[in-house]
């Protein structure tokens, strides 16, 4: 088996581990016995467990992400979009089980600042750019991008935390959104007052 084959078999047979018994029962002997490597195989591409784990996680998150991305792909106006893909993004969780069992177990196996920066691959820069546009096209009220970046960043981390914490996804990711989409609205520039006829 190639290397590559290999480090796809490893990172297939960890979560499959990962989801079904969690990342404390699982031993990289578990590991390399479910993908029918060595040891020495997983030591070579990967250097401890947590190291694997994130490497699972990033994979699930990159394929969330994408959903989010792709159902921009439409026309519509920019903020429109961002509706649409926070929509995207919370059901991917909910039809995604094996992605839930992961995000229970991020923060305790990774801590925040490991998990910050794999968002900061992908989530962040994409939520920069997105409001920088929107702001730009009139979309958004003028609001400091960072900050706006920052906040929005925590509110999607916490929202799919939630979903994924709780035993009726589908609901909590309904009700979710319902807030998020309301807070998302606050950014819109407010319409002028329509006139009264005498």
């Avoid at 794999?118 to 920088?132: G, K, M, N, Q, Y």
């Avoid at 706006?148 to 009726?168: H, I, K, Q, R, Y």
Wanted: with cysteine.
């Amino acid at each position: 088996m190639s290397a590559a084959l290999t480090r796809v078999a490893l990172l297939d047979a960890a979560k499959t581990l990962f989801v079904t018994k969690g990342f404390d029962e699982t031993s990289i002997e578990d590991i390399a016995q479910l993908a029918q490597a060595s040891k020495g195989a997983v030591y070579h591409h990967f250097s401890d467990k947590r190291e694997i784990f994130a490497e699972v996680f990033r994979s699930s998150q990159a394929v969330v992400i994408q959903a989010a991305i792709d159902s921009m792909s439409g026309s519509g106006q920019s903020w429109d979009l961002v509706e649409a893909a926070t929509k995207a993004f919370l059901r991917s969780y909910v039809a995604d089980e094996d992605a839930r069992a992961l995000l229970r177990q991020v923060m305790g196996v990774l801590g925040w600042d490991r998990v910050r920066a794999l968002d900061e691959e992908v989530a962040l820069p994409f939520l920069r750019s997105t409001i920088e546009e929107s702001v730009r096209t009139g979309q958004v009220r003028p609001t400091p991008i960072e900050a706006t970046a920052e906040l929005l960043f925590s509110l999607f981390c916490n929202a799919v935390l939630f979903v994924a914490g709780v035993p009726d996804a589908a609901r909590a990711s309904s009700d979710v959104e319902a807030v998020i989409l309301f807070i998302l609205a606050g950014l819109k520039p407010t319409q002028p007052p329509t006139p009264r006829r005498p």
